[in-house]
């Protein structure tokens, strides 16, 4: 297979684009498309501060390169979960990176210890309030993160989710009617209220593959193993069942994600109480006990420490 | 030829000569879910392995 750019040959084939790409051709292309991404969804500017929330995978160390490539000013943030072996390998692949990839960009890594702060490791702290590991790690990151960009004045956070990630979310509310997150599934979240910062995700129009392509490509060194955590986990399901669609219909996952945004930008038009901003400045108020905004009195992470810390659950 | 597997960790022996389609196939794997990588570089799926050489098939979805 010839790269369709050059004369070179190619190294991964892109059924959903009917093209393949060489290797200096498959980079230019993604950064490309990330580029894309950043402007058409007005994600940040050139002099914006960006924090990029890092897991030691694929997508975070590759979005943090891009953005460092492209010339944006992107820190990032890792959340040690304290999983025994699997957070020292990711915390390990994170160091490295920040070592040989980010400092000399003068960029710097910072770092928030789930078990300085509640006093046990994520599977731990999960059995002591009795709900599943994901979604105590879920509420714990989400936090952390906004935390940690309202407190240091970052412009915006930026995730690694990709197109898969999306499209498989986006299956998994449908098949659900979950309505209400929906409205949440744009690559752009404004930072609607007080204490909230704005949320993006740059790598929505790559694949899975196209990223761990551009990763092996690249030389970065990203830890191949899964969260022993996710196994048995919805989206994996949702992942592999549109993946199965994609290799009978290529571009199933690009139609599907991309049509639901244009089908969401329509609506917004129509009505501007659609939007974000809008439902969450009617929707929010800031939590009792941090301050964070929330549906609730207290938000989810207080509620869940608090339980953590009592003596009755 | 030798082919590293993840998602349990394990190697297993495959007949050579075989084109990387051929051996998703007879590994039953989703092509769209893996990269298969010999030495440090990508394979398109057109491509031949030799019974000699090494792989690994990577997985690339991720749960989260």
């Not at chain 1, 997508?59 to 010339?71: C, F, M, Q, R």
């Not at chain 1, 999983?83 to 960009?105: L, M, P, Q, T, W």
């Not at chain 1, 999306?166 to 449908?174: M, T, Y």
């Not at chain 1, 809008?278 to 929330?294: F, H, S, Y």
Request: charged share 25%; glycine share 6%; hydrophobic share 35%.
């Amino acid at each position: 297979m010839r790269c369709r750019k050059c004369p070179k040959q190619a190294v991964l084939g892109m059924p959903r684009h009917n093209t393949a790409f060489c290797g200096p051709c498959l980079t230019e292309f993604v950064r490309t498309q990330v580029q894309r991404a950043i402007k058409s969804q007005t994600m940040f500017a050139p002099e914006d501060r960006i924090l990029v929330a890092v897991s030691g995978g694929k997508d975070s160390l590759t979005l943090w390169e891009i953005l460092l490539k492209l010339g944006y000013r992107a820190d990032a943030l890792y959340v040690d979960l304290g999983i025994a072996g699997y957070s020292e390998r990711s915390h390990e692949k994170v160091n490295r990176f920040a070592h040989d990839v980010a400092e000399s960009c003068g960029s710097k890594l910072i770092v928030h210890t789930v078990e300085n702060d509640a006093g046990a490791g994520i599977k731990e702290l999960a059995n002591l309030v009795k709900r599943p590991t994901c979604s105590t790690c879920g509420t714990i990151k989400r936090y952390q993160f906004n935390r940690v960009a309202w407190e240091n004045k970052y412009d915006v956070m930026a995730t690694g989710h990709n197109l898969d990630d999306e499209a498989a979310r986006l299956l998994g509310n449908v098949l659900q009617w979950q309505e209400e997150y929906l409205q949440k599934q744009s690559p752009t979240l404004p930072a609607s209220v007080e204490g909230f910062s704005k949320k993006v995700k740059p790598l929505y129009r790559m694949t899975e593959r196209e990223i761990a392509a551009y990763a092996v490509v690249n030389r970065i060194d990203y830890l191949v193993e899964e969260c022993p955590m996710a196994k048995g986990a919805k989206m994996l399901v949702y992942k592999d069942a549109l993946n199965r669609l994609e290799m009978e219909s290529p571009g199933t996952k690009q139609r599907f994600y991309w049509g639901f945004l244009e089908k969401q930008k329509k609506a917004a038009a129509v009505s501007s109480n659609m939007t974000m901003a809008n439902i969450d400045q009617t929707t929010l108020l800031p939590c009792e006990t941090c301050g964070q905004p929330t549906t609730a009195g207290t938000c989810s992470f207080c509620r869940m420490m608090a339980r953590a810390k009592s003596p009755i659950r | 030829m030798k082919v590293h597997l993840s998602h349990p960790t394990r190697d297993v022996e495959l007949q050579g000569p075989k084109r990387v389609a051929d051996i998703f196939k007879e590994l039953q794997l989703i092509p769209e879910a893996f990269l298969v990588i010999r030495g440090r570089d990508l394979m398109t799926e057109d491509e031949v392995v030799a019974d000699g050489d090494s792989i690994e098939v990577r997985p690339v979805i991720s749960g989260g």
